[in-house]
């Protein structure tokens, strides 16, 4: 078996349509195995980690390059893992390694240049080496290590792979190791007293000699607190708890360990928060509403389920209760959230129940912590039975999943938009769930069109829960008219007297407040009064924002920023003006009119610190902040006691925005945040500033009335020829000259009609018609229910791969997405 030539196809983390071949070197033979990551030269000087997809004896057509060497012991992917990755690809139009690139963790990730050393092994015999492989040894012997690129500068070859291949198959040098493997398991020093100093009378004989030694009176006072936090010697104390009293001499701690007195220990520790279980899921007591809820989603035999419950209904109840029956089963469940500032309460809720059997998963970890919740979740003795995570913990290798549950399922931030592939977490939960047999839960108080036509079609299951826990009343909202308080004069800065008067009264009680502004920054545009001359960014078709903190204007496409001009360039005046208001700015406001308030903003701009969105919610749980304003951050499952005032700020920039889903968006938003009043104690108030009080959306949120948002949506969607009754994919042209872009997508859009007929619309510029200096041109093609999407999917992909090989439409990019938010 030793000797039998085998390939292996390799999946790599690139935008590539499939597998590479590799052959395997016999003394690898035995070792690997599917899923296991590999290091593969990809080109003529990039080498990558890619991960066996399969191994096999067919020789290819062509000459292989060797697979250099294996990176682990055991897969860290699995087969169903590849499956999950390969039905993403094909759903939402990408490559596997598209997915590859963003399912696995960083540290697990070979960087693309990578370093050769000398071989601890090599015995220092040259006289069979040829003129390159001294040259590099020469080098090496200088510089520790060496880039691959480095080495074809040295020999002057441009394919040095090679030569380097050959060099490693001889044991003369080898790829950093600290490189290729980025993951390493937190190391922390313990000490421990020498065993020989353990019985009374040894113990006597060394105090006896410190005391009476002038030079090792520190000595002493390190060993008596030492003795002190190891209960005598019993047990290891942490060196840095140790050393950290400032009253303690850091070089009579080192003297004693030189002496052998003091033991230095290693152990391996975990990076993530440890928490033991403080409480029983029995404990929980469902009310009739919840108890039924929870049975008819026990009870159901569909596989997917809807739980429709208000705000503050208490469905994290029932979500434990569902945890619990599928945890007792020894099966994993999979808990997901739109939000990452959603998991610090949550988790603590469910740590409560289940301890450390929680584990979370976000892109707010650093690499080594998500590399090790990896770890920890593959792990089928000890692991992680509970993942609790934004969409991105879809891809952990769970070994026994038993239940999905989609909290807020109706949250577009569900959707990832950049890169690819650009998937829908909710929907891919419930393909995952379908791989392992499991059962999903949708959860929300204001369910998206298509899940609730699914559970009215009899698709999903469905269970509601209609009434506050506990009997509390649904906040009262409230409509202030800004047309009319403007008229009266009734509007001080950007808010109205009527909400200041309640917000006044809330800080007069010790009651907090929530302010809602779906726009962040100072102000939305600068603006010329003279000429109307507005600041655009250089890079994008996108007036420029007032950011007061950093005093700049800037894009929030690009990131470009510019100074704030002290005169109007086009027409020279100094007549500037700031129009709009975003989080800044009504900060800033609020700490003019109520100067003993405490009050935070909590939007992308304050919250991009590791641990702030945890601080401000936890100040703002601990009463340390009276007035928290912010984006939709704000407007999801965040559970507070002392909440009896919710104001939005701007209702007509949600249900003004040109989208088929702008008035399903606006009810969600504002029923949210509106639910975040008076949630544990007497009856809140939310009160909502429009131009226009009339509109629909705004009544149906008022009203709390779903059906009527959801009738009317219903309607428009089956006339107009929209989600749920038709799937819709956009392609998104993109080139950096316009009259590519246009010739590019007319082409396209034409083939596309020659195969797909009046499914296709366009070409149209988007709203924003340039992007990062991409100019962009929108196409969406519409299928029917019961048509053949997928075979559709594969000709708006192959008309695209026909188009690029055109020389002059070359650098055009095509971006796919499907089920667009």
């Given at each position: 078996?030793?000797?039998?030539?085998?390939?292996?196809?390799?999946l790599?983390p690139?935008?590539?349509?499939d597998?590479?071949?590799?052959?395997?070197?016999?003394?690898?033979?035995?070792?690997?195995?599917v899923?296991?990551?590999?290091?593969?030269?990809?080109?003529?000087?990039?080498?990558?980690?890619a991960?066996?997809?399969?191994?096999?004896?067919?020789?290819p057509?062509?000459?292989?390059?060797?697979?250099?060497?294996?990176?682990?012991?055991?897969?860290?992917?699995?087969?169903?893992?590849?499956?999950?990755?390969?039905?993403?690809?094909?759903?939402?139009?990408?490559?596997?390694?598209d997915?590859?690139?963003?399912?696995?963790?960083?540290?697990?990730?070979?960087?693309?240049?990578?370093?050769?050393?000398?071989h601890?092994?090599?015995?220092?015999?040259?006289?069979s080496?040829?003129?390159?492989?001294?040259?590099?040894?020469?080098?090496l012997?200088?510089?520790?290590?060496?880039?691959?690129?480095?080495?074809?500068?040295?020999?002057?070859?441009?394919?040095?792979?090679?030569?380097?291949?050959?060099?490693?198959?001889?044991?003369?040098?080898?790829?950093?190791?600290?490189?290729?493997?980025r993951?390493?398991?937190?190391?922390?020093?313990?000490?421990?007293?020498?065993?020989?100093?353990?019985?009374?009378?040894s113990?006597?004989?060394?105090f006896?000699?410190?005391?009476?030694?002038?030079?090792?009176?520190?000595q002493?006072?390190?060993?008596?607190q030492?003795?002190?936090?190891?209960?005598?010697?019993?047990?290891?104390?942490?060196?840095?708890?140790?050393?950290?009293?400032?009253?303690?001499?850091?070089s009579?701690?080192?003297?004693?360990?030189?002496?052998?007195?003091l033991?230095?220990?290693?152990?391996?520790?975990?990076?993530?928060?440890?928490?033991?279980?403080?409480d029983?899921?029995?404990?929980?007591?469902?009310?009739?509403?919840?108890?039924?809820?929870?049975?008819?989603?026990?009870?159901?035999?569909?596989?997917v389920?809807l739980?429709?419950?208000?705000?503050?209904s208490?469905k994290?109840?029932?979500?434990?209760?569902?945890?619990?029956?599928?945890?007792?089963?020894?099966?994993?469940?999979?808990f997901?959230?739109?939000?990452?500032?959603?998991?610090?309460?949550?988790?603590?809720?469910?740590?409560?129940?289940?301890?450390?059997?929680?584990?979370?998963?976000?892109?707010?970890?650093?690499?080594?912590?998500?590399?090790?919740?990896?770890?920890?979740?593959?792990?089928?003795?000890?692991?992680?039975?509970?993942?609790?995570?934004?969409?991105?913990?879809?891809?952990?290798?769970f070994?026994n999943?038993?239940?999905?549950?989609?909290?807020?399922?109706?949250?577009?931030?569900?959707?990832?938009?950049?890169?690819?592939p650009?998937?829908?977490?909710?929907?891919?939960?419930?393909?995952?769930?379908?791989?392992?047999?499991?059962?999903?839960?949708?959860?929300?108080?204001?369910?998206?069109?298509?899940?609730?036509?699914?559970?009215?079609?009899g698709?999903?299951?469905?269970?509601?829960?209609?009434?506050?826990?506990?009997?509390?009343?649904?906040?009262?909202?409230?409509?202030?008219?800004?047309?009319?308080?403007?008229r009266?004069?009734?509007?001080?800065?950007?808010f109205?007297?009527?909400l200041?008067?309640h917000?006044?009264?809330?800080?007069?009680?010790?009651?907090?407040?929530?302010?809602?502004?779906?726009?962040?920054?100072?102000?939305?545009?600068?603006?010329?009064?003279?000429?109307?001359?507005?600041?655009?960014?250089?890079?994008?078709?996108?007036?420029?924002?007032?950011?007061?903190?950093?005093?700049?204007?800037?894009?929030?496409?690009?990131?470009?920023?510019?100074?704030v001009?002290?005169?109007?360039p086009?027409?020279?005046?100094?007549?500037?003006?700031?129009?709009?208001?975003?989080?800044?700015?009504?900060?800033?406001?609020?700490?003019?009119?109520?100067?003993?308030?405490?009050?935070?903003?909590?939007?992308l701009?304050?919250?991009?610190?590791?641990?702030?969105?945890?601080?401000?919610?936890?100040?703002?749980?601990?009463?340390?902040?009276?007035?928290?304003?912010?984006?939709?951050?704000?407007?999801?499952?965040?559970?507070?006691?002392?909440?009896?005032?919710?104001?939005?700020?701007?209702?007509?920039?949600?249900?003004?925005f040109?989208?088929?889903?702008?008035?399903?968006?606006?009810f969600?938003?504002?029923?949210?945040?509106?639910?975040?009043?008076?949630?544990?104690g007497?009856?809140?108030k939310?009160?909502?500033?429009?131009?226009?009080?009339?509109?629909?959306?705004?009544?149906?949120?008022?009203?709390?009335?779903?059906?009527?948002?959801?009738?009317?949506?219903?309607?428009?969607?089956?006339?107009?020829?929209?989600?749920p009754?038709?799937?819709?994919?956009?392609?998104?042209?993109?080139?950096?000259?316009?009259?590519?872009?246009?010739?590019?997508?007319?082409?396209?859009?034409?083939?596309?009609?020659?195969?797909?007929?009046?499914?296709?619309?366009?070409?149209?510029?988007?709203?924003?018609?340039?992007?990062?200096?991409?100019?962009?041109?929108?196409?969406?093609?519409?299928?029917?229910?019961?048509?053949?999407?997928?075979e559709?999917?594969?000709i708006?992909?192959r008309?695209?791969?026909?188009?690029?090989k055109?020389?002059?439409?070359?650098?055009?990019?095509?971006?796919?997405?499907?089920?667009?938010?």
């Amino acid at each position: 078996m030793d000797r039998v030539t085998l390939f292996a196809d390799v999946l790599l983390p690139l935008h590539l349509p499939d597998t590479y071949t590799y052959r395997i070197p016999f003394e690898y033979n035995e070792s690997i195995t599917v899923g296991q990551r590999v290091v593969v030269q990809f080109g003529q000087k990039r080498l990558y980690s890619a991960l066996v997809r399969r191994i096999h004896d067919k020789v290819p057509n062509y000459t292989t390059k060797y697979i250099l060497s294996i990176l682990d012991i055991n897969p860290i992917v699995s087969e169903r893992q590849f499956e999950f990755w390969e039905w993403m690809a094909s759903y939402y139009m990408c490559y596997p390694g598209d997915v590859m690139s963003v399912a696995i963790p960083s540290a697990f990730r070979l960087s693309s240049e990578s370093y050769i050393v000398v071989h601890p092994d090599f015995d220092g015999d040259y006289s069979s080496l040829n003129e390159d492989q001294l040259k590099v040894l020469d080098v090496l012997s200088r510089k520790n290590r060496l880039e691959i690129g480095e080495i074809a500068s040295i020999t002057g070859y441009q394919k040095i792979m090679p030569l380097i291949k050959s060099m490693i198959d001889r044991h003369i040098i080898l790829m950093d190791e600290e490189l290729r493997q980025r993951y390493s398991p937190k190391m922390v020093t313990w000490l421990r007293l020498n065993p020989d100093y353990l019985d009374e009378e040894s113990m006597k004989e060394l105090f006896d000699t410190l005391e009476h030694r002038a030079s090792c009176q520190k000595q002493l006072m390190a060993m008596m607190q030492f003795l002190q936090l190891s209960d005598f010697g019993k047990k290891e104390v942490k060196k840095k708890e140790f050393t950290d009293n400032k009253s303690l001499s850091a070089s009579a701690i080192e003297t004693l360990i030189k002496k052998n007195i003091l033991q230095v220990v290693q152990k391996q520790e975990s990076r993530l928060e440890s928490c033991p279980t403080s409480d029983s899921p029995d404990s929980i007591t469902l009310n009739d509403e919840q108890q039924k809820a929870f049975d008819d989603l026990i009870g159901c035999d569909k596989p997917v389920s809807l739980l429709h419950g208000v705000t503050s209904s208490g469905k994290t109840e029932v979500y434990i209760k569902l945890i619990d029956s599928i945890v007792k089963q020894g099966k994993q469940v999979l808990f997901l959230l739109p939000e990452i500032a959603l998991t610090a309460q949550v988790i603590n809720r469910l740590r409560r129940y289940f301890g450390d059997r929680v584990g979370v998963y976000h892109s707010r970890f650093n690499t080594q912590e998500r590399a090790e919740v990896w770890n920890r979740v593959m792990d089928a003795k000890g692991g992680y039975k509970i993942i609790l995570g934004a969409r991105s913990a879809l891809f952990l290798p769970f070994h026994n999943l038993g239940m999905v549950i989609v909290d807020e399922e109706h949250d577009s931030s569900y959707k990832q938009n950049e890169p690819a592939p650009r998937y829908n977490g909710r929907d891919s939960a419930i393909y995952l769930a379908k791989m392992w047999n499991a059962r999903t839960i949708l959860g929300s108080a204001t369910p998206s069109v298509e899940s609730y036509f699914n559970a009215n079609s009899g698709k999903y299951g469905f269970a509601q829960i209609l009434h506050r826990y506990g009997g509390l009343e649904m906040p009262e909202v409230l409509c202030v008219d800004m047309k009319d308080a403007q008229r009266k004069k009734e509007v001080q800065l950007n808010f109205s007297r009527f909400l200041l008067d309640h917000i006044k009264e809330a800080l007069s009680k010790g009651e907090q407040v929530i302010l809602f502004q779906n726009r962040r920054g100072f102000s939305l545009r600068l603006e010329c009064d003279v000429c109307h001359w507005i600041p655009q960014c250089k890079h994008c078709d996108v007036s420029l924002v007032y950011h007061k903190a950093t005093n700049s204007l800037r894009c929030h496409y690009c990131g470009y920023s510019i100074p704030v001009p002290k005169e109007c360039p086009a027409c020279h005046s100094s007549m500037l003006k700031m129009r709009g208001f975003g989080t800044e700015r009504i900060e800033d406001d609020l700490s003019i009119i109520f100067p003993e308030a405490r009050i935070a903003r909590m939007d992308l701009d304050s919250t991009t610190q590791k641990q702030r969105y945890i601080e401000l919610l936890n100040d703002f749980d601990d009463h340390r902040i009276d007035i928290l304003v912010g984006t939709q951050m704000v407007t999801k499952g965040l559970d507070f006691d002392n909440v009896s005032v919710v104001g939005i700020l701007s209702a007509d920039n949600l249900i003004s925005f040109p989208d088929f889903r702008s008035y399903e968006r606006a009810f969600q938003q504002m029923t949210q945040v509106s639910g975040r009043a008076g949630r544990h104690g007497h009856r809140g108030k939310v009160i909502i500033q429009t131009y226009q009080p009339y509109h629909q959306a705004i009544r149906d949120a008022m009203e709390n009335d779903y059906q009527s948002m959801y009738k009317s949506q219903i309607v428009e969607r089956h006339v107009f020829k929209y989600p749920p009754y038709y799937k819709l994919v956009t392609v998104l042209v993109r080139h950096t000259s316009e009259e590519t872009v246009s010739r590019a997508a007319a082409l396209y859009a034409s083939q596309l009609r020659d195969k797909l007929g009046n499914r296709v619309l366009g070409p149209d510029f988007p709203n924003v018609a340039r992007v990062r200096n991409f100019y962009l041109k929108k196409i969406m093609v519409r299928f029917a229910q019961g048509e053949a999407v997928g075979e559709g999917k594969r000709i708006m992909m192959r008309i695209a791969d026909q188009l690029l090989k055109d020389k002059e439409l070359g650098r055009t990019q095509f971006v796919f997405d499907v089920d667009p938010q």
